[in-house]
């Protein structure tokens, strides 16, 4: 899948041409393709849908209700660090609501949206199968359990710091 990844974002018309060749022969191509297109993309826009239509057939109509209809799938890039919210029962009643308002804050990603910086998206999801930590979050899918507001701040204030770091290792230039 690497390679695929690589082609993606050099040849992206190619790539998405090749994943859906892949799927052809399978009966109920559209949501594998749409899981591929997103794997070696990130995410699936209007316009890779519009592709993977014209080359699988598969009307548009039906590859945007599928990707509008479940969860897994997302229509605009995400941030460099993907924060993943528990809202399930257990999270919900130790304070989920709090952690998300705190995220919101401490990032300025909205709830399902993008930091203004792109370093940060977050996300509210139903369970993230984790109750006995409660109140839980993913971040870049590492668990974190039983936060508060205070390690929520500490969470961010260390991520921020090691994004720049990276960045800084690579010789990008950051105003973090």
């Not at 592709?51 to 997302?74: C, N």
């Not at 993907?82 to 995220?103: D, F, N, P, Y």
């Amino acid at each position: 899948m690497n390679n695929l990844k690589i082609s993606a974002k050099e040849q992206p018309l190619f790539a998405i041409m090749e994943i859906v060749q892949r799927h052809q022969a399978e009966q109920g191509p559209a949501i594998p393709i749409l899981q591929d297109i997103q794997s070696a993309f990130g995410y699936v826009s209007p316009q890779m849908l519009e592709r993977a239509s014209e080359f699988s057939g598969i009307p548009v109509s039906e590859l945007y209700s599928i990707v509008t209809f479940y969860a897994q799938f997302r229509m605009e890039p995400i941030g460099e660090n993907l924060i993943q919210v528990c809202h399930g029962t257990a999270c919900h009643l130790a304070g989920a609501e709090k952690i998300t308002e705190s995220l919101q804050f401490e990032t300025k990603a909205s709830a399902g949206g993008t930091s203004p910086d792109g370093k940060f998206s977050l996300e509210k999801v139903a369970c993230l199968g984790c109750c006995s930590l409660a109140p839980v979050i993913t971040l870049n899918e590492e668990t974190n359990g039983r936060l508060t507001p205070d390690k929520i701040k500490k969470i961010v204030k260390e991520t921020r710091k090691l994004s720049a770091k990276n960045a800084e290792a690579m010789g990008v230039c950051t105003d973090a």
